[in-house]
């Protein structure tokens, strides 16, 4: 096979029947050199247009800089346009968000915005949402490899004796990110080492795991050429895992308020009762699916929140593992939210680009010192989303709802 090419099976009936052979003539002109510039962009554009008959008029068509794309996208074209709304108000009583917030969320779910909305308005209503961030730690679990059992028990050992001389070495390579605590799990000849990280405002992913090589190199010397993975899969980064419930990655946070019958009947139109037996029924179709967790749609929302905001969407996937709550009481029902591995930033990442950070203004949350307040508007604004579902499923809404404001349907 020449240089630079490769041979790819192109499916016509059966695998493999038909190939073709790809040069260098067919792979996207990356233009590395000064890279992020409109005349750049454009020329890719013209290039994907001439490749594949697409016509991209819209995909040019923004506002952003493209400089300020760099370090967030590789071979850009221009810039997919997402429909963004504003959701609101929430009253948070919280330790860092205090006062009535408007949450932006991007999305093309019709009728999302709208019940979010309403849950959020009732809780308002209700008094408002009382928040508390619990922990805040992410988390990065490399694997160290040894010939016998009784090394990699002894190695266990030895880990946490030497946490001091861990934390100097992940010191060097951050200012804003602090190693706070280890924990050895062994399997077999194998040893897990769990580290738990403070990160600043930054979701710190990058971080970390810069810092933990940096650890491990420094273990590496100490034990004479220690063979080691900077991952084990354990961390559950960007996947659900019972370890998010108990140990947690990013922020732990937990939201609860309590509804009055009155504002129950007013803003939802059910019951405390029938609220209550809408998450009773559904939590035993939680244990008998083997879920992780449970929770009508925290990732809706969170998704919403995470594109509007610059957030790293994928981490979605583990931040949506948590714990809503329903409770009755003689006033009516309390309700709680409780999300412990909830990764969100104020800074870095795609937190700085011109519309994301448009979105954080809105809450107050761009820059430093901001993280942990995002976090607590995030959770009652998730709590909100947890009630109005609930409220539709009670009243026979649902369907209607969707009928009424999610359909798109071509003319």
């Not at 995002?374 to 969707?402: D, K, Q, R, T």
């Amino acid at each position: 096979m020449a240089k630079n090419e490769t041979e790819i099976s192109k499916a016509e009936g059966k695998a493999g029947e038909a190939s073709v052979s790809i040069g260098p003539e067919d792979l996207l002109p990356r233009l590395r050199d000064q890279g992020y510039t409109e005349e750049h962009l454009k020329r890719r554009r013209e290039w994907v247009e001439e490749k594949t008959g697409a016509k991209l008029k819209h995909m040019g068509n923004f506002s952003v800089d493209p400089a300020q794309m760099r370090g967030n996208i590789e071979n850009p074209v221009g810039v997919a346009q997402v429909p963004l709304g504003v959701a609101g108000p929430v009253l948070v009583h919280g330790e860092y968000a205090q006062g009535l917030f408007y949450v932006p969320m991007a999305t093309s779910e019709g009728a999302l915005i709208r019940s979010y909305e309403r849950g959020m308005v009732t809780l308002s209503h209700a008094g408002g949402v009382q928040t508390a961030l619990l922990e805040d730690e992410n988390q990065i679990t490399p694997t160290f490899f040894f010939a016998e059992v009784a090394q990699a028990r002894a190695f266990s050992r030895w880990v946490p004796l030497h946490l001091p001389e861990m934390q100097i070495e992940a010191a060097k390579t951050t200012r804003n990110g602090a190693l706070k605590n280890v924990k050895c799990y062994q399997l077999g000849r194998q040893v897990l080492v769990n580290f738990g990280y403070h990160t600043g405002d930054a979701q710190g992913m990058n971080m970390i795991v810069k810092a933990t090589e940096a650890v491990c190199q420094w273990i590496q010397k100490a034990h004479h050429g220690l063979r080691y993975l900077i991952f084990s899969g354990m961390c559950s980064e960007k996947r659900p895992s019972g370890f998010l419930l108990t140990r947690g990655k990013g922020k732990r946070v937990t939201a609860g308020a309590l509804l009055p019958h009155s504002v129950l009947k007013t803003y939802l139109r059910v019951t405390a009762e029938q609220l209550f037996q809408v998450w009773h029924s559904t939590v035993l179709g939680h244990l008998q699916a083997g879920s992780i967790g449970y929770n009508a749609h925290y990732a809706n929302g969170l998704t919403a929140i995470f594109i509007a905001t610059g957030q790293d969407v994928a981490n979605v996937v583990h931040a949506a593992c948590g714990v809503t709550y329903f409770e009755l009481q003689p006033e009516g029902l309390f309700v709680s939210a409780t999300l412990p591995a909830l990764s969100v930033a104020t800074v870095g990442g795609g937190t700085g680009l011109p519309t994301q950070r448009e979105a954080l203004e809105i809450m107050g949350c761009v820059g430093r010192g901001k993280a942990r307040k995002l976090a607590e508007i995030i959770a009652a604004a998730v709590l909100g989303g947890e009630i109005s579902m609930g409220a539709a499923l009670a009243s026979g809404e649902f369907s209607a709802a969707h009928e009424r404001y999610g359909r798109n349907r071509p003319e």
